[in-house]
């Protein structure tokens, strides 16, 4: 069995920022809404008071700065560049700040990884409470880096109540378990669908299945929800997804 190196070196912030924690938000496969839950736990955050960023590690796909109605808003100053701010405050980093939304980002792995090495030594991040990056899906070569040359203090799992996302989801929790990187939980997206007409929540995708982690939360199937999204208005949706004791841990 191939032995896992843990002990890198470590990226190392700008001078001038100060990070408390530093969580990952990851999912076994794409499309399970990982993005989603990082914008609106990062704004669930911001309300609580909090100094929250976000680091968009999805490079091939990222769609952080949609979520947040942001453009090419990120420029360097002295060296760095400072990242963009959301209505709210919360300062995000990603590609898409650079770059037309609509190009294509053609890059290989090791482009990739320095990509994200610069967002996180080269911005100006100053004083944040807590870092979310929202990485992209899989257990691949970002994750693997991030787990290896951050030192994380916590990993959360996204995924649906579906068969198929389990079994992949499992992937990822034992690769977490493997690089001895603390688990926070899961949360489960398209979890229920909340009847306008009767008030009775529907399973679309079947049951959440019991597992050995905490749930953190559960983002329900919402018309409201989609629309805020696509209108870069995540910010606006304060519906109570999080367990309070989870938010309050942050």
Partial sequence: MIELNTNLPKWKAAPTTSIKKKIAVMSGKGGVGKSTVTALLASALQRRGLQV?????????????????????SYALEGFFLPARTKTGIKVMSVNLLLDEDSPVIWRSPLILGAIQQFYEEVAWEELDVLLIDLPPGTGDVPLSLMQNLALDGVILVKTPQELVEMIVKKSQIMVEKMGVPMLGTVENMAYFLCPDNGKKYEIFGPIKESPLKSLGQVPIDPKLRELSDQGLIEEYTEEIFDPAFIQSL
Avoid at 53 to 73: C, H, M, Q, Y
């Fill in 53 to 73: 960023g976000v680091l968009d590690a999805d490079i091939t796909g990222p769609s952080i700065p949609r979520l947040f109605g942001l453009g090419k808003e």
